[in-house]
C-alpha cells in the first residue's frame, strides 16, 4: 500500500509539474559552464594532476552525461573541431561574440564596454514580441550583464548581484535569492553556482519561460586558483545539474518536447601545466565543445562535424522561429 501510495504521489506530482506550462512554440535553455577545459569533458582527470585527486575522483568526470545523456543529443567538438569566435579566450569577449553572433573589440573581462546592440535574446524577443518574463538570465558571474542584453530591462535579469523581486519568484526563491547574496564565495563580482542553478530551474518550473540562459562560473574561478580537485568537483556537479535539467524537461510535457537545450562554455584553458590560465597562451584554450539536445537535435552523439560558437545566435533564432542572422549549426532542422 505504501509502494503504491508513493507512486500515485509521484505520479500527480508530475503531472501537475507538466500542466503548469502551455505549448505556446518552441523554447530553447542555454546553460554555460565557464572555463571548462574540453579535456575534462572529453577524456577525464588524466595523469596530470592525479596525484592531486583522490583515487575516487581520478578518471572520467561527466559520468551521467556520457552513460545516459550523449547518444541522445549531439556533441561538437574534440580535435579543434569546435572553436570559440572571440578574438581571444577570455570569458567576457566570448560571451558577447556569443550573444551577438560576432566578435566585439573586448579583449578582457574589465573596463570593458558592455554591447552596443540587441542580443540575440533581445532579438527574439522583439521578432516574437514576447513578455520580459519569457527572457530570463540567471548568472552567477556579475560581468554576464555586460553581454546579456543592450538593455537590462528587457529581460528578467537574474545576473548577480541583481534580485528578481516580481510575481515570477515564489517564497522559496526569494529566500533561496537572499541566502546567495549572503553566502559568498571568496572572490569577488559572482555568487556561488548552487544558488544560481537553483534558482534558475526554480524560474523554469514555474514560469516556463521561451528562452532561458543559467550561466555558471566556479569552474573558472577555482582553476585561477590552481586548485584542480575543487575545478573537477565543480565539472561533478555540471554533470548533476545538467541531469537534472534534462529530467525536469522530460517533466514538464508539451514544454519540455518542444524546447531545445544547448550547453557550451565560453573557452577552454592552458595545456598541462597551463591549465590555471586561459586567453594569451596557447591556441588549444579556443577549442571547446557543445551539446545540443531536445527539439530539433537527431539524437547521435559525437560528430566530426566542425563549426563555432558564433553560429550560437543564428541557431537560437532559427530554433525559436525567427530568420537566423547566420550560418546556424549542423546538424540541426525543425521538421
Known amino acids: 500500500m505504501i509502494r503504491i501510495f508513493t507512486f500515485l504521489s509521484l505520479l500527480t506530482s508530475f503531472s501537475a509539474l507538466a500542466s503548469v506550462c502551455e505549448n505556446r512554440g518552441p523554447n530553447l535553455v542555454l546553460f554555460t559552464w565557464d572555463g571548462v577545459r574540453s579535456s575534462e569533458f572529453f577524456k577525464g582527470t588524466g595523469p ?29 567538438g574534440g580535435q579543434g573541431r569546435y572553436r570559440i569566435g572571440s578574438l581571444t579566450a577570455v570569458s567576457l569577449p566570448s560571451y558577447q561574440a556569443l550573444m551577438l553572433g560576432q566578435p566585439t573589440a573586448c579583449t578582457k573581462n574589465k573596463n570593458c564596454p558592455d554591447i552596443n546592440q540587441p542580443s540575440v535574446l533581445e532579438n527574439i524577443q522583439t521578432n516574437l514580441k514576447l513578455d520580459k518574463k519569457d527572457l530570463a538570465v540567471f548568472a552567477s558571474w556579475n560581468r ?20 528578481v523581486t516580481d510575481e515570477t519568484m515564489s517564497p522559496e526563491m526569494l529566500e533561496l535569492q537572499s541566502k546567495g547574496q549572503q553566502d559568498l564565495p571568496g572572490w569577488n563580482g559572482s555568487r556561488k553556482d548552487h544558488y544560481t542553478f537553483e534558482l534558475g530551474l526554480a524560474y523554469l518550473k514555474k514560469n516556463c519561460p521561451r528562452v532561458l540562459w543559467i550561466s555558471l562560473v566556479d569552474s573558472d574561478e577555482f582553476g585561477h586558483e590552481g586548485d584542480y580537485p575543487e575545478y573537477v568537483r565543480s565539472l561533478r556537479q555540471y554533470d548533476d545539474y545538467l541531469d537534472r535539467v534534462i529530467t525536469t524537461l522530460k517533466e514538464l510535457g508539451p514544454y519540455g518536447k518542444n524546447t531545445t537545450l544547448l550547453v557550451t562554455t565560453d573557452h577552454s584553458r592552458g595545456a598541462g601545466p597551463l591549465w590555471k590560465g586561459h586567453g594569451f597562451t ?12 531536445g527539439r530539433g537535435v537527431k539524437p547521435q552523439g559525437q560528430t566530426k562535424d566542425k563549426a563555432s560558437s558564433l553560429q550560437v545566435r543564428a541557431t537560437m533564432e532559427y530554433l525559436m522561429g525567427v530568420t537566423p542572422s547566420a550560418e546556424i549549426l549542423p546538424n540541426i532542422m525543425v521538421e
Open 144 to 163: 554576464i550583464l555586460a553581454a546579456a542584453a543592450q538593455n537590462p530591462n528587457n529581460i528578467t535579469n537574474g545576473i548577480y548581484p541583481a534580485q
Open 48 to 76: 596530470l594532476h592525479a596525484n592531486q585527486l583522490p583515487k575516487s575522483e581520478r578518471g572520467e568526470i561527466f559520468l551521467k552525461f556520457w552513460s545516459e545523456h550523449a547518444s541522445t543529443g549531439m556533441i561538437l
Open 282 to 293: 596557447k591556441s588549444s584554450e579556443k577549442n571547446i565543445f557543445l551539446f545540443a539536445h
